[in-house]
């Protein structure tokens, strides 16, 4: 578990018409976060992670249960487009939940916040990610990080008709990782097959209206959004473009419209991490999201995407070394959203470098 080598070829892959500019600046990005002393300090942030065996790998489905417990990947990404990657930061492994925020993100784009909320509310559950719950006053699902209420945002999406929608769901999320995404046929195959409690949910949201007609066409797109293949850089590309207002640091291109990132954020952190949330929130204070595959990335807002993989995951659905991970580097920069200004104080220049 070395520090890999950056993902350099992708980045130049994007240059377009700019290409050369944008080879250049890989370039300088690249020897920069060389040289950085964030990479010592995330380094040694590792290594600790590394130690931690808690947490049993996913076996709902035979895909995931093949995964290796000592496959371990911390990526970041910072705004000013530096990569850092450790370990097995190349294996591609299912989004799963991680979608959710970003599919959010595209509802909240194609109906607006209002519209959005008709539908979703923006409240913890304090439940586990997959109960069979909605709001009793409304009808609605608690939050669009769980499960109902990732199914009734997914069911938002528009598009004329089904391939058209997973186009547009591809592609947004294709938008925020910097490189075309791919789908997991197998892990699909099998999420639809064994997705017999998301379908409850999906008839019970249709019972009282809160999913439409086309639900069991919304319901193969959310098992097509949890098996979308990413590894931890692009999980770390992902959270730097909402740390970066929607704006993709390596490819320049709006992923998202810079107003509802704060709405995005937000849910993150109230509900992200299922519910280890009010924890969560309380140790590490970052908006994240995490996957039963064992994907979790965090925002920075303004400086910094983390993103993890480590198969292992705990009872709440949350990998033990990915929170390790964010515990750690959350207090040693003091990157705590409330941290005293005495704990922030050189955050910006060890992660910006002007420290070195
Ligand atoms: N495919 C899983 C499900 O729908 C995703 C859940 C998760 O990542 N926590 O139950």
Request: with cysteine; proline share 2%.
């Given at each position: 578990?070395?520090?890999?080598?950056?993902?350099?070829?992708?980045?130049?892959?994007?240059?377009?018409?700019?290409?050369?500019?944008?080879?250049?600046?890989?370039?300088?990005?690249?020897?920069?976060?060389?040289?950085?002393?964030?990479?010592?300090?995330?380094?040694?942030?590792?290594?600790q992670a590394a130690e931690v065996s808690e947490g049993k790998v996913a076996s709902y489905i035979p895909e995931l249960a093949r995964a290796d417990p000592a496959w371990f990947a911390v990526s970041v990404v910072t705004t000013a487009g530096e990569c850092f990657d450790l370990g097995d930061s190349h294996r591609l492994f299912t989004a799963q939940s991680i979608s959710k925020p970003f599919v959010y993100g595209m509802a909240l784009t194609d109906h607006g916040r209002e519209g959005v909320l008709e539908r979703v509310g923006v409240e913890p559950t304090g439940e586990a990610f997959n109960s069979i719950v909605l709001d009793p006053a409304t009808n609605r699902p608690f939050n669009p990080m769980v499960n109902a209420g990732a199914i009734a945002t997914t069911d938002l999406l528009l598009g004329k008709d089904y391939p058209e929608r997973v186009g547009r769901l591809?592609?947004?999320?294709?938008?925020?990782?910097?490189?075309?995404?791919?789908?997991?046929?197998?892990?699909?195959?099998?999420?639809?097959?064994?997705g017999h409690r998301n379908r409850a949910i999906a008839h019970l949201m249709k019972a009282f209206a809160i999913v439409g007609d086309h639900f069991e066409e919304s319901l193969e797109l959310y098992f097509q959004q949890c098996s979308v293949l990413v590894n931890?850089?692009?999980?770390?590309?992902?959270?730097?473009?909402?740390?970066?207002?929607?704006?993709?640091?390596?490819?320049?291109?709006?992923?998202?419209?810079?107003?509802?990132?704060?709405?995005?954020?937000?849910?993150?952190?109230?509900?992200?991490?299922?519910?280890?949330?009010?924890?969560?929130?309380?140790?590490?204070g970052l908006p994240a999201k995490s996957g039963v595959a064992g994907g979790l990335l965090a925002v920075v807002p303004g400086v910094l995407g983390i993103g993890v993989y480590s198969p292992l995951i705990d009872a709440k659905g949350n990998c033990p070394r990915g929170v390790k991970t964010c515990k750690e580097f959350s207090a040693r920069f003091g990157l705590h959203c409330f941290a005293a200004a005495s704990e922030r104080r050189d955050q910006r220049a060890e992660i910006n470098g002007s420290a070195r």
């Open positions: 578990m070395s520090p890999a080598g950056g993902h350099r070829g992708r980045r130049d892959a994007v240059g377009g018409a700019g290409g050369g500019a944008n080879a250049l600046d890989a370039l300088v990005r690249d020897a920069r976060s060389a040289v950085s002393p964030l990479r010592r300090t995330l380094q040694d942030i590792f290594e591809l592609g947004a999320l294709g938008k925020f990782a910097g490189r075309d995404l791919y789908v997991d046929n197998g892990v699909f195959m099998s999420e639809r097959e064994t931890s850089h692009d999980l770390a590309v992902m959270a730097a473009t909402l740390a970066n207002d929607g704006t993709n640091p390596l490819t320049r291109e709006q992923a998202l419209e810079s107003t509802y990132v704060k709405n995005v954020l937000a849910v993150m952190l109230s509900c992200g991490m299922y519910d280890y949330a009010g924890e969560w929130m309380w140790r590490v």
